[in-house]
């Protein structure tokens, strides 16, 4: 898909360049900018109102990120997927979350595990639809939680730029990827964290993000 023509809201100059990153990763985790498109500075400054220096930032960010490719005198374009990658960021997402979880159990009220419920329902409710975007929010809701008890930046940044890639995977084949279970496993999370068993809630945790975002067992021909 090309970038949008229609002009985005305008850009706040003191968050310029988070935005501008934030929103061109978002075009790219969601599918709207595939793997292997080419990607035009000047089409993207154009959409979001701003001058092509803070694209290119972006883009060097996006990189970083293992979402784009951009080569020095080349054309960049969209990343393609590499199951290769996807098994790494996977198992750096996993036990981040379960150390962010092992770190905030002590610090975990019941009014945290209330909204870690309330997203698990909502979870389960766009699943059932089925609801991509409410289901991969829900899931990122609950997670926050502990991410953000866990009070240490460094872990919630890392995260931040890893993720990306597993989001996007389940974007790009939400229906033919693992993640049925989640509600569950976000269930026994919980359930570890009301009984005070933090290496329980953060194994649950690991085993939670190890699964995400792999291909579903491929049904038996007829």
């Known amino acids: 898909m090309p970038v949008p023509t229609t002009p985005a809201r305008k850009t706040s100059r003191r968050l310029l360049r988070d935005d501008v990153y ?13 793997p292997g498109e080419k990607i035009n500075d000047a089409e993207l400054g154009a959409w979001l109102g701003v ?14 990120d293992g979402l784009v490719l951009a080569r020095p005198g080349r054309v960049t374009t969209v990343a393609p997927e590499d199951e290769t990658t996807l098994a790494h960021a996977r198992e ?21 595990l209330a909204v870690m419920d309330a997203a698990t329902g909502r979870l389960r409710a766009a699943l059932a639809v089925p609801d991509p975007a409410a289901a991969l929010q829900a899931d990122d809701d609950f997670h926050a ?14 995260l931040d730029a890893v993720t990306a890639m597993l989001r996007r995977a389940e974007f790009l084949h939400f229906g033919s990827i693992t993640g049925a279970d989640s509600p569950a496993e976000h269930d026994l999370i919980v359930r570890r964290l009301r009984e005070g068993d933090a290496v329980g809630a953060a194994e649950a945790t690991r085993a939670n993000w190890l699964g995400l975002g792999r291909p579903g067992p491929t049904a038996p021909p007829p």
């Open 51 to 64: 001058s092509r220096t803070p694209v290119r930032e972006a883009l060097l960010r996006l990189a970083r």
């Open 145 to 158: 939680v502990p991410v953000r008890a866990a009070g240490n930046p460094i872990l919630a940044e890392q």
């Open 92 to 112: 750096v997402v996993a036990e981040l979350h379960a150390l962010a979880v092992r770190t905030a159990a002590p610090r975990l009220g019941e009014d945290d």
């Open 22 to 34: 934030g929103r061109i990763r978002d075009e790219i985790v969601r599918g709207r900018l595939a």
